[in-house]
């Protein structure tokens, strides 16, 4: 047998596996995955802080969770209202996808089965082509399964899954199917459609710094990427441009101005005690790969998944932590914990 056709084998073995433990997962958690969509959800977003109401109309306002804000809002989409009038300050696309599903199923959290599975798919691929072992990249993907962050954001209606999703197919797909740049600039606009997009920002200049370091810029083909990005994210408002009611710079510019004038970071350093005081893997991977950062060269592409989540870490310091934001960067620390301890066990 070739080793072409081993390493065929071998990848299939490792994503059954997966597959398997992922199932176990959503076996596990069915009661929160399969949720039925109720109508009063939508009712109390209506009245809740989430809606602007200048003229004091709404008598006897509630407070509503974030994922509640959410699948409403979606379900609103979904029915044809404008992603501008409802929740304006994310952008649209997971919002649409909860609110289809929530129409057409009944279950608002079918998306996230979905992206649950992507995103342990594309941590192994990460792990077998940059590190070039299916072993890391499998025990990485498991380590992220039985991390408290990713239960969190796969049985609850929030953003940021969908959104890490996008970012790794885009770093998978810039890096390894270069020619590709329609799809670089679909799934970096849908990266950017799917919620706030500060970390994207962050991640693409990260990117491009290394890009630049390692003489892999063309200027030409990352303009094309970002038209198409653009494009991606403007077509998520397509309902707006029908409806007459949408500038799509002004739009962007209204939420950059109310996520600066609503930004309530104001206790420096709050990550860092969350990140170092939270689940016991955390702290441990991330001084795994500070340690690999020393011993790698710059010009590596493993040194920019090694490099990302520290930088990461650093601008964390500046903003309100929640432990949902980790899971940014929880790939790339747990593959590099899982490149340690295969290198120790295997040599």
């Known amino acids: 047998m070739n080793i072409l056709k081993k390493n065929i084998l071998k990848s299939r073995f490792h994503l059954t596996i997966l597959f398997v433990v992922f199932s176990l997962f959503v076996f596990l958690n069915k009661e929160y995955l399969f949720r039925k969509f109720d109508s009063i959800i939508v009712e109390s977003y209506l009245r809740s802080q989430d809606i602007l109401d200048t003229e004091n109309k709404i008598k006897d306002r509630i407070f509503v969770s974030d994922e509640e804000i959410y699948i409403a809002s979606g379900f609103l989409y979904a029915n044809g209202a404008s992603p501008t009038e409802y929740n304006f300050q994310h952008p649209p696309f997971i919002k649409y996808l909860y609110g289809l599903s929530a129409k057409y199923f009944n279950l608002p959290l079918l998306p996230n089965i979905i992206f649950s599975a992507i995103l342990l798919s594309e941590v192994y691929l990460l792990g077998k082509l940059v590190f070039k072992s299916g072993v890391v990249g499998l025990f990485g993907a498991t380590l992220l399964l039985i991390d408290p962050v990713f239960k969190e954001i796969t049985i609850y209606g929030l953003l940021d899954l969908g959104q890490v999703v996008f970012l790794l197919g885009f770093i998978l797909t810039t890096f390894f199917w270069k020619k590709h740049w329609i799809g670089q600039g679909v799934l970096l606009g849908l990266a950017i459609a799917s919620k706030f997009y500060s970390p994207v920002i962050m991640f693409l200049a990260i990117i491009y710094m290394y890009k630049i370091v390692t003489k892999q ?55 860092a005690s969350m990140f170092f005081g939270g689940y016991y893997l955390w702290p441990i991977s991330f001084f795994v790969t500070l340690f690999l950062v020393i011993q790698t060269k710059v010009k590596e592409l493993k040194f920019l998944l090694l490099i990302t989540p520290v930088v990461y870490m650093f601008v964390m310091l500046f903003q309100l932590p929640f432990t949902r934001y980790f899971i940014l960067i929880l790939p790339f620390l747990y593959l590099s914990l899982s490149k340690l301890i295969c290198e120790k066990l295997l040599h």
Do not use: C, P
Not at 246 to 253: I, R
């Open 217 to 271: 810029f063309d200027l030409k083909r990352e303009l094309f990427v970002l038209v198409v990005a653009s494009i991606s994210l403007a077509l998520t408002y397509t309902i707006s441009f029908l409806k007459g009611d949408y500038n799509f710079l002004f739009h962007q510019a209204k939420i950059i101005k109310f996520m600066l004038d609503h930004n309530r970071a104001i206790e420096w350093g709050g990550a």
